[in-house]
């Protein structure tokens, strides 16, 4: 399962693909990444269009603020995994209220906005997990958009006093995929657990920052700098979080 925000996506590749020779408007940025989970990724996908802005009444949200509401159902097994197992889409979102609120910081900085769209792939019924979802991510962002790899800083989460277990098993993926291990850093429950709202699906997740200052500072991740920025997220809903918990 993946979410990612589309604004940041499309400036990063925009700005700074190896692959100068392409132009990358917005429309090509999607293209691109519907076309590589739906053709040319290891795993194929189908296509779901967009929801509504407005979630369903039981969604514990104001409005649909990541690619995931419309499958919540999914998620809590109250439909058939069967119909859909793997899936792309792209999302608009609005984030004015409730846990995912950026209004504040619209106009602070040059990535928050209150509507966008967020690019995803989605894997139901144990299709496939965290392995084949990072594998595909990073050869995306490097093969396909062209993103330099050396500007890249990866996160996991670490746990949180011994009540959720640290996710080595993401940590030695990318070690696996060849990063260097002083680029893939842990964080805790506020920038490495993923929530949908004050309830529901829920789970660890691990991010991509792009480093536009091209130094290298791990100490940069995470802080608000607007030149080290998340770039995408990959979330693993292992768990749900109810009201009495």
């Given at each position: 399962?993946?979410?990612?925000?589309?604004?940041?996506?499309?400036?990063?590749?925009?700005?700074?693909?190896?692959?100068?020779?392409?132009?990358?408007?917005?429309?090509?940025?999607?293209?691109?990444?519907?076309?590589?989970?739906?053709?040319?990724?290891?795993?194929?996908?189908?296509?779901?269009?967009s929801s509504s802005v407005i979630p369903p009444k039981d969604s514990g949200t104001y409005?649909?603020?990541?690619?995931?509401?419309?499958?919540?159902?999914?998620?809590?097994?109250?439909?058939?995994?069967?119909?859909?197992?793997?899936?792309?889409n792209y999302q608009k979102c609005i984030r004015v209220g409730g846990k995912h609120n950026?209004?504040?910081?619209?106009?602070?900085?040059?990535?928050?906005?209150?509507?966008?769209?967020?690019?995803?792939?989605?894997?139901?019924?144990?299709?496939?997990?965290?392995?084949?979802a990072c594998t595909m991510a990073y050869d995306l962002l490097t093969r396909i958009y062209?993103?330099?790899?050396?500007?890249?800083?990866?996160?996991?989460?670490?746990?949180?006093?011994?009540?959720?277990?640290?996710?080595?098993?993401?940590?030695?993926?990318?070690?696996?995929?060849?990063?260097?291990?002083?680029?893939?850093?842990?964080?805790?429950?506020?920038?490495?657990?993923?929530?949908?709202?004050?309830?529901?699906?829920?789970?660890?997740?691990?991010?991509?920052?792009?480093?536009?200052?091209?130094?290298?500072?791990?100490?940069?991740?995470?802080?608000?700098?607007?030149?080290?920025?998340?770039?995408?997220?990959?979330?693993?809903?292992?768990?749900?979080?109810?009201?009495?918990?």
């Amino acid at each position: 399962l993946l979410i990612n925000s589309s604004y940041r996506f499309g400036y990063c590749i925009r700005y700074y693909s190896i692959n100068h020779q392409l132009k990358w408007p917005s429309s090509h940025v999607r293209q691109t990444f519907i076309d590589y989970f739906t053709k040319h990724s290891q795993i194929s996908h189908i296509i779901i269009p967009s929801s509504s802005v407005i979630p369903p009444k039981d969604s514990g949200t104001y409005f649909v603020n990541s690619g995931m509401n419309q499958f919540k159902n999914i998620f809590l097994s109250q439909q058939d995994k069967i119909l859909q197992k793997c899936v792309v889409n792209y999302q608009k979102c609005i984030r004015v209220g409730g846990k995912h609120n950026d209004l504040s910081d619209v106009g602070h900085d040059t990535y928050h906005h209150t509507f966008f769209e967020m690019l995803g792939n989605w894997s139901f019924n144990n299709t496939y997990f965290k392995r084949e979802a990072c594998t595909m991510a990073y050869d995306l962002l490097t093969r396909i958009y062209g993103i330099d790899k050396n500007r890249l800083f990866f996160t996991y989460f670490n746990g949180e006093n011994n009540f959720i277990q640290p996710d080595y098993e993401t940590k030695q993926i990318w070690i696996d995929l060849g990063i260097n291990i002083e680029r893939i850093l842990p964080f805790g429950m506020k920038e490495n657990f993923w929530e949908m709202g004050e309830i529901g699906p829920c789970g660890p997740c691990t991010e991509i920052h792009y480093d536009h200052t091209g130094q290298g500072d791990p100490l940069q991740v995470n802080r608000d700098n607007p030149r080290v920025v998340e770039l995408w997220n990959l979330v693993f809903m292992q768990y749900e979080r109810r009201q009495d918990k």
